[in-house]
């Protein structure tokens, strides 16, 4: 990300859907590192899976650890997915549409649809949403994008077996998902990475 993107961003209160489930407040911590957020000064990005009602798993990672994390994706698997990205999506069009719009801007018209397959998020019973944040704000443009969870499992579909076994390792570490959810988990992974 160049900072002609950064600035092209707007920041705006973090909202509810963004939210800690458990606390109903912004999520503080990363994950890994255990930095305060909400102070640091540091860009991270918050990954929240969605199975109506019930949040599966949420976190939050500073850029610094999520770019020591991406050494999990293997070169296959990242290739993998940038050229699914690039076939699929646009997201500096769907940028340049949203943020086109006149203000004020609310985080639910990023949040409409699937990224990849267009669906409405009223017609989804399960999804993950995902988003870019610089302290108490969410940064609006490229992000915040919803993604279903059959986009999902079309995108884990992509990864080598080497990736997969370091995204399992690294949601046994670091998530707590219900029992009744796991099968469900094993078929997508979290892409935040």
């Given at each position: 990300m160049d900072n002609a993107d950064f600035m092209a961003m707007v920041p705006v209160p973090i909202p509810r859907i963004f939210f800690d489930y458990v606390i109903e407040a912004?999520?503080?911590k990363c994950l890994l590192?255990?930095?305060d957020?909400?102070?640091a000064d540091v860009l991270y990005m918050v990954e929240k899976a969605i199975k109506e009602p019930d949040v599966l798993y949420e976190f939050a990672v500073c850029l610094p650890c999520m770019q020591k994390s991406q050494q999990m994706i293997s070169p296959e698997s990242a290739e993998n997915i940038q050229a699914f990205f690039v076939e699929r999506v646009n997201l500096r069009a769907r940028a340049r549409k949203l943020l086109a719009a006149p203000p004020p801007f609310t985080v639910d018209d990023w949040l409409t649809e699937c990224l990849v397959t267009g669906k409405?998020?009223?017609e989804l019973r399960e999804y993950t949403i995902y988003g870019l944040f610089l302290n108490d704000k969410i940064l609006l443009g490229e992000l915040p994008y919803l993604i279903s969870a059959d986009a999902l499992v079309e995108i884990a579909s992509l990864l080598s077996q080497t990736t997969k076994d370091e995204?399992?390792?690294f949601s046994d570490e670091n998530l707590g998902v219900p029992p009744e959810f796991e099968d469900l988990f094993r078929k997508r992974t979290p892409l935040l990475f």
């Open positions: 912004p999520i503080r590192c255990e930095r957020l909400l102070e409405l998020r009223t995204m399992g390792r």
